[in-house]
DNA sequence: TCCATATTCTATAGTCACTATAGATATAGG
DNA sequence: CCTATATCTATAGTGACTATAGAATATGGA
């Protein structure tokens, strides 16, 4: 069974090679078995840690909540509380982003549609940023 | 009329006072005139412009755009049509972002739903995390 | 007037999660 | 054997700030 070279893990993990070296500098991957030459010689279960890594990432989950979430990997018969607790604050966190976002859109939205694309000078994108009191846009 | 200090000018216009500095290290705001003891000494116009970065920031605008868009003001009698593309290429931006949140809200939603808060060894927030294809993610 | 507190100044380093670069070595394919 | 590719390390850069350290100045009260 031969060992995987670090761009084979990167070509089947979707994790690229200098982000799978950052991965392992900070301590999120362990260091594998070096070959004689010092190259990194990796076991396949490196891709699976990987491909969980690069998905919780997809899912906006913090460096931090991931190093957790691995932990907990690695004591299947604790309380998943924790985990519960992790992926409810990511989901509270999207859930405000999506809202404020959608109230920068109707903001953008009503700029353009109010800039008649004539000169600067009269232009509502320039003059809306320019006052915040002529806008509707109400966060927080 | 009595020149503004920096604290005063952060005051008003809701931007910290370290920020200031930094925008006006990077040339996004001109440096302001010097007291005898080295302190700046702003106008009021300062505040005004102040708050046009604070709110094209808020609305996600980045540094770039920002600068294009005060170099166009202190140009009113040319085409707006620029600052017309920024933003809408700011408003594309937050859609993309609405569309690729909402994806993973949802994900979130199932992965919570799902686990039934026993054992790490069951928990679906751990199990989908670790195998992608157990989700119905579909982002690009 | 003195003193304590607050504000300001500069320069530098840290944040996050990578990404890019430079320069050296090693391997694989033709 | 030669060349192109892959790998190695260390370091610096990204964006938009934020934090820190250490010095100088200003403000307000006793």
Redesign the interface.
């Known amino acids: 069974m031969p060992a995987l070279s670090i761009g084979q893990v990167a070509e089947s993990s979707g994790v690229k090679v200098p982000t799978i070296r950052y991965y392992e500098r900070i301590g999120l991957l362990a260091a594998p078995a070096r070959s004689a030459s010092n190259r990194r010689e990796y076991t396949p279960d490196a891709v ?1 840690r990987l ?2 890594i690069r ?2 990432r ?3 989950f913090d460096i931090e909540a991931i190093r957790t ?1 691995i932990e ?2 690695h ?7 924790q ?2 607790e ?3 604050a ?2 509270a966190a ?2 405000d ?2 809202e404020r ?2 109230a ?2 109707g ?3 009503r ?2 549609t109010c ?1 008649r ?7 509502r ?2 003059e ?5 009191d002529k806008c509707l ?1 109400e ?1 927080h």
Chains 1, 2 share one sequence.
Request: contains cysteine.
């Open positions: 699976q491909r969980f998905h919780a997809e899912l906006g979430l907990m990997q004591h299947p018969t604790q309380s998943c509380e985990a519960d992790i992926a409810s990511q989901l999207v859930e982003r999506i976002l959608t920068l859109k903001e953008l939205e700029m353009l800039c694309h004539e000169r600067v000078r009269n232009c994108v320039i809306t940023l320019a006052d915040h846009h966060t």
